[in-house]
Nanobody, 123 residues
Framework: QLQLVESGGGLVQPGGSLRLSCTAS????????IGWFRQAPGKEREGISC?????????YYVDSVRGRFTVSRDNAKNTVYLQMNRVKPEDTGVYYC???????????????WGQGTQVTVSS
């Protein structure tokens, strides 16, 4: 059974850092492009980034996270990471990862999703 599990969420102060992990089970992650999404309270889910299957290319879709968030992956550990630095209260939300069988991030419809992990940025 294909499964993604996010972890690493929690409460962090503004300006702090947090690293989220997305670990796959039931499939080899190196065949998949991975997307990170978030849903803030009262808002629609938005796509943050996508990393290709080899980790050689990453797209960031939200201007406010560029330069603060970094996506990386360790296919040997079947895990993708979202490093969040200099976090802001507006980064609060549930963060999801999603996987799709593709070498790149072009025109993807993600079909496998994790359950999400809560990130709260507050002093």
């Amino acid at each position: 059974q294909l499964q993604l599990v996010e972890s690493g969420g929690g409460l962090v102060q503004p300006g702090g850092s947090l690293r989220l992990s997305c670990t796959a089970s039931g499939f080899a992650l190196h065949y998949y492009a991975i997307g990170w999404f978030r849903q803030a309270p009262g808002k629609e889910r938005e796509g943050i980034s996508c990393i290709n299957n080899k980790g050689s290319s990453t797209n960031y879709y939200v201007d406010s996270v560029r330069g603060r968030f970094t996506v990386s992956r360790d296919n040997a550990k079947n895990t993708v990471y979202l490093q969040m630095n200099r976090v802001k209260p507006e980064d609060t939300g549930v963060y999801y990862c999603a996987a799709e069988t593709s070498p790149d991030c072009e025109d993807l419809e993600f079909r496998t999703w994790g359950q999400g992990t809560q990130v709260t940025v507050s002093s």
